[in-house]
């Protein structure tokens, strides 16, 4: 069945590195994908998306790419900050009932 | 101008009690959810609901029903509370299709005792 797949966290860095997360999805057809943000405390806001192949979605220096032959989405961010530790949820579209499908998220710890 | 909100942010209760959380979306959405975020932060749609359907994950309890009063809003409501029960609950709304993304609300902390 339709699925999203993330790497497991968490994941620390410091300040500046660069952030690569990585996720795979499984899914009929080719649905719009999407890459949320929580944050401590608060709930999931949309981050960026990308609705066809080779579409890049974009936002606060983030990126990701959808690339259907290897059916990924993977986020980056060239030089990470503290306020982007979070909690970052790949998901798309699908399954019998059209839901969304999140991954399990990945945790990201930046220091300082 | 909150455009997803949720009420109590916080929830505390005791085991068999029934309680509502209520959300309220101002962005014109015809589709709302409600989701279950556990201690890992795995989440899990319950159900979905635009004026002319409810879609119910067939895993949650019928201990748990959506009631919603008008377009802009999707009340839940738990009977009986169990200890299970204890996670943070989220309330989002979208634009009917796929290509839609879901705004969520700040969610809804409900601890059962």
């Known amino acids: 069945g339709d699925s999203v797949t993330q790497m497991e966290g968490p994941v620390t860095l410091s300040e500046e590195a660069f952030l690569t997360i990585n996720c795979t999805y499984t899914?009929?057809?080719?649905?719009?994908l999407f890459w949320y943000v929580q944050y401590p405390g608060e709930g999931l806001q949309l981050l960026l998306k990308?609705?066809?192949?080779?579409d890049k979605g974009s936002n606060k220096g983030f990126e990701a790419t959808y690339r259907k032959e290897t059916t990924s989405f993977h986020l980056e961010k060239g030089s990470v900050q503290v306020s982007d530790s979070a909690v970052y949820f790949c998901?798309?579209?699908?399954?019998?009932?059209?839901?969304?499908?999140f991954g399990k998220g990945t945790k990201l710890s930046v220091k300082p | 101008d909150t455009a997803v909100s949720q009420t109590p942010k916080y929830l505390v209760t005791q085991m068999g009690n029934d309680k509502s959380i209520k959300c309220e979306q101002n962005?014109?959405?015809?589709?709302m959810y409600w989701y279950k975020q556990d201690s890992k932060k795995f989440l899990k749609i319950m159900f979905s609901?635009?004026?002319?359907?409810?879609?119910i994950n067939e895993t949650v309890p019928n201990r748990f029903s959506p009631k919603s009063p008008d377009k802009a809003h999707l009340n839940l409501h738990i009977n009986s509370l169990e200890l299970g029960d204890s996670a943070v609950y989220f309330c989002?709304?979208?634009?009917?299709?796929?290509?839609?993304?879901?705004?969520f609300g700040p969610g809804t902390r409900l601890t059962v005792l």
């Open positions: 990308a609705t066809k192949a080779d």
């Open positions: 962005l014109g959405h015809d589709t």
């Open positions: 609901y635009n004026n002319k359907e409810l879609i």
């Open positions: 998901a798309h579209y699908g399954g019998s009932q059209g839901n969304l499908i």
């Open positions: 989002a709304s979208s634009h009917a299709g796929q290509g839609s993304p879901q705004y």
């Open positions: 899914a009929t057809g080719y649905p719009s």
